[in-house]
């Protein structure tokens, strides 16, 4: 999506809305995803994750494992226009086990949308996901999907997000009709009705009926007073909007849906336009804020290969922070002082490509063919020049060795171990005791490991042998001359991270514990824990 070479980087990114949707899975991301593009006119017809119905599959989960249990893994980044706004959404894994991914995508984004499933509130990966916004001080929307089945009341879920988080809901707007026999909202600003009408298995934008007052009253009834009754009620505990409390993330604003018949989806779109902070200027890792009018800069913070099966092409997703982005201008990776051509720009959106020609600050560019770069490289151009502060990788929690059930592809084989160590779908550990030719891969789930076994076989042709280890507690080692004695230990070892970090594991907390109690000058530090 192009815009003319000549505009201003700061009027471009005030036009930028940049989020996520962070949940915990199974309330409705991918679906809520192809909702937003279809009100925004990207799609003609939404599909629904498990193509039931003869409708199509899920545009933005690409990965055939996806596609077949039903939820994302990775990550997709969309971009389209609606009312004169460039909106960047990146979509995100919801299952615990990638909370990492998660993490660094939450990095690249201005705000969030936390979505809810209307019957379970708030569940454990929601939480840890909101935890991190709460740490970056990323702005939430909240939307309460799934409206059109049984579940809980409006104002129980409310209550909620109040008593468990402390984030004080600011309803825009409100439901009529209990779940399971959602009739419309309540539209705070205006005090109107609005109506949904079904359209044929939700495969296109609902259409809207906006009624006054008088008319709800008289056409709806006890549903209709019902729904104003509950948000006055709210309303008298704090619930009125304040812009300033959203933009403190003290407070949320929340709207009442139902995805996949594409139920409220409108109104999220026009919330995410008219308040969703635009790009402002991010810290380099000095603490300086790098000027949006600036020279170019930006950081990446995902890698994927294999989205395009004809080209086993490596992606590298960039969140552009200052300046402007031209395809094919030569910038500088920060992390290795080297040039890199940025011949083949891409926007991705699902398994469907475009060319970038000029991005802004608040874009995602996907730089096809980076083997060169990482997650968390910073590329620049001009003087002087910049980094930004590099993503945080988690504690991990299970560990197997890998090895290659075909000797004869040992080098198909350390291909993709050492690629799908540089996207982060696994960590990579190696050790003195082990050598070279016995890696330890590292994850903070062990789904992460059915993910890197697929790949290896289906995208390297080099099927692996895993075999557990049996390490449960993990922390840092201080000092690098102490690693003997971790060593040494009848339960531990040192393994060390494709970061340069020394990860001293142990068998269990007892286990650790004893070797600390004979040594009690081994220095051991604590990681960053998972969400």
Known sequence: MSTPHDAAPLHEAQRRRSFAVISHPDAGKSTLTEALALHARVISEAGSVHGKGGRQGVVSDWMSMEQARGISITSAALQFEYRECVINLLDTPGHADFSEDTYRVLSAVDSAVMLLDAAKGLEPQTLKLFDVCRHRGIPVLTFINKWDRPGREALELCDELLERIELQPMPLTWPVGSPGHFQGVLDVPTGQFVRYARTAGGAKAAPEEHLS???????????????????????????????????????????????????GVRHLLDLVVDLAPRPAPRDDADGAPRPLDGEFSAFVFKVQTGMDRA???????????SGVFERGMVVTNATTKRPFAT??????????????????????IGLVNATALRVGDTLYSGKPAVRF??????????????TPSDLSKAKQFRKGIDQLAAEGVVQLLTSDLRGEGAPVLAAVGPMQFEVATHRM?????????????????????????????????????VLDRADGTELAVFEDEMSMRILLRANPELELEPLLAEG
């Open 213 to 263: 007052p008088e008319q709800a009253e008289a056409e709806v009834g006890e549903d209709w007073t019902t729904a104003c009754e509950e948000y006055d009620l709210l309303l008298e505990s704090g619930g009125e909007f304040d812009e300033e409390r959203f933009r403190d993330a003290s407070a949320t604003p929340v709207l009442f849906g139902a995805a996949v018949l594409n139920f």
């Open 311 to 321: 080209h086993r092409d490596q992606v590298a997703f960039a969140r552009v922070c």
């Open 343 to 364: 011949k083949y720009v891409q926007q991705v959106f699902g398994q469907k490509r475009s060319t970038v020609d000029t991005a802004y600050p608040g874009d995602v």
């Open 389 to 402: 502060p590099g993503l945080p990788q988690f504690a991990p929690a299970h560990f197997a060795v890998a």
């Open 457 to 493: 076989e289906h995208e390297f042709n080099a099927p692996v042998k895993l075999d557990r280890l049996s390490y449960s507690a993990v922390r840092k080692l201080g000092d690098s001359s102490q690693r003997g004695i971790v060593d040494a230990g009848r339960r531990s070892e």
